[in-house]
């Protein structure tokens, strides 16, 4: 856009050119659903950086998430002409400019919004606000709860104590909840910082429970595999039903370079004993999509938000290539997302692994659990060319020089 506006400036000879364009609309794209938002974002920024200059119409309302084109021209017509008068023209007085975020303040547990180009606020269908959603420093988005005064809206959840993160219509197929007087949408926005990773573990030790604690460099090449030596282990004292269980690692390479990733999912089990290392003692054996993945992580490469579903291959025994289960984007000839487990359950080469199937990308993984400093461990994809992208026969660990796991689940 920038090298639009720029060349345009130069080819017509005028430097005080004015550039009207049109927000893209909400569509069911088949990428990630939270790309079209990061566009919507980069728009807003790129007419937000230029004032006057340039205008954007905020078309949120009036597209179809079924159809590219949607059909209502008119409407997104009258929009670019408003702006054009107001802006080009001199009508000065013209409502032609959508709602756009100025400043924010935190209020107890509430985040307070303040917008330019409103007077006050409708909402769609004159019920509540949608499409807010507010995260602490879990990372765990809620859908919130919107109060509107004057110009104003203060946003909050019961379930999130100290927020961090707050976003609008962060999904690619979210339509206009809410109109300034003259009937133009707010468009989506973003505000917050991901959490780092003390933010992360502060919040877990918090809020959630440790259930393990493990070394995978000592911890590993255990007697009759059987059992696991791990640094914690309160599985016993697990008596609740659990909603989500978290997986934090933090490595440190020979080189010194620090890697963590944190992965939380629903429930997958109500058995803490077999959300640690799979053992043929724990019975652990789990070939399963899980729900609700978020990622968060500093390894290059690796995919970190929100996602729907991802997929986990836990157990203790061999495992081969086939994608036996069918697993989308899985494929036959490179150990990966979707492997075939030994149809025996029993002691083998093991496998703890976490894919994020959205991404067709692994988040973490731990194999051959008997190799102890010289077992498989990787967090994103293994991209060294001719290796297995989840890590199988890497024998990397030996390139660490710690690697700790900590399990967690609600309490």
């Excluded at 919004?113 to 807010?132: A, C, K, M, Q, Y």
């Excluded at 992360?200 to 429970?209: R, V, Y």
Aim: net charge neutral.
């Amino acid at each position: 856009m920038e090298a639009l506006f720029d060349g345009w400036k130069k080819a017509f000879e005028n430097p005080g050119f004015k550039f009207y364009f049109v927000q893209l609309s909400p569509y069911n794209y088949w990428f990630y659903p939270d790309e079209l938002p990061e566009i919507w974002e980069a728009q807003e920024a790129f007419a937000a950086a230029h004032g006057p200059e340039v205008g954007m119409a905020v078309i949120n309302d009036v597209g179809n998430v079924n159809d590219i084109h949607p059909k209502d021209k008119e409407t997104v017509g009258k929009r670019l002409a408003m702006l054009a008068r107001k802006h080009t023209y001199g009508e000065k007085t013209l409502k032609a400019d959508s709602p756009r975020l100025v400043n924010t303040r935190r209020k107890a547990n509430a985040v307070r919004l303040i917008f330019s180009n409103v007077e006050s606020w409708r909402t769609s269908d004159n019920g509540p606000v949608r499409h807010f959603e507010i995260a602490g420093s879990n990372g765990i988005f809620h859908p919130a709860l919107v109060k509107i005064n004057g110009r104003e809206l203060l946003v909050s959840s019961d379930k999130v104590a100290y927020p961090v993160m707050l976003r609008y219509m962060w999904h690619q197929a979210d339509e206009a909840s809410l109109f300034n007087e003259a009937g133009l949408p707010l468009g989506a926005f973003r505000v917050g910082k991901e959490p780092d990773l003390r933010q992360i573990q502060a919040e877990l030790d918090k809020t959630e429970q440790l259930v393990f604690r493990y070394d995978f460099r000592t911890g590993s090449g255990f007697g009759d595999k059987t059992k696991v030596n791990y640094l914690v282990d309160v599985s016993d004292k697990v008596v609740r039903k659990f909603d989500r269980v978290t997986y934090l690692i933090t490595a440190t390479t020979q080189d010194g370079i620090s890697e963590w990733v944190c992965v939380s999912m629903n429930a997958f089990t109500q058995d803490a004993k077999k959300i640690g290392v799979p053992t043929v003692a724990s019975g652990a054996d789990f070939q399963s999509n899980v729900k609700e993945l978020i990622v968060r992580g500093s390894a290059p490469g690796l995919k970190t938000g929100n996602f729907s579903e991802g997929n986990i291959e836990f157990w203790p025994m061999n495992y081969s290539r086939n994608n036996a289960a069918g697993v989308a984007g899985a494929r036959n000839d490179l150990f990966d997302l979707g492997d075939a487990k030994d149809s025996q359950y029993g002691l083998g080469y093991g496998s703890m692994q976490i894919h994020n199937s959205t991404a067709c990308e692994t988040v973490f993984s731990y194999n051959n659990f008997a190799g102890g400093p010289n077992a498989d461990f990787g967090i994103g994809n293994n991209s060294v060319s001719g290796q297995n992208p989840d890590w199988t026969f890497s024998g990397n660990l030996r390139n660490y020089k710690d690697a700790i796991l900590s399990v967690y689940v609600t309490k």
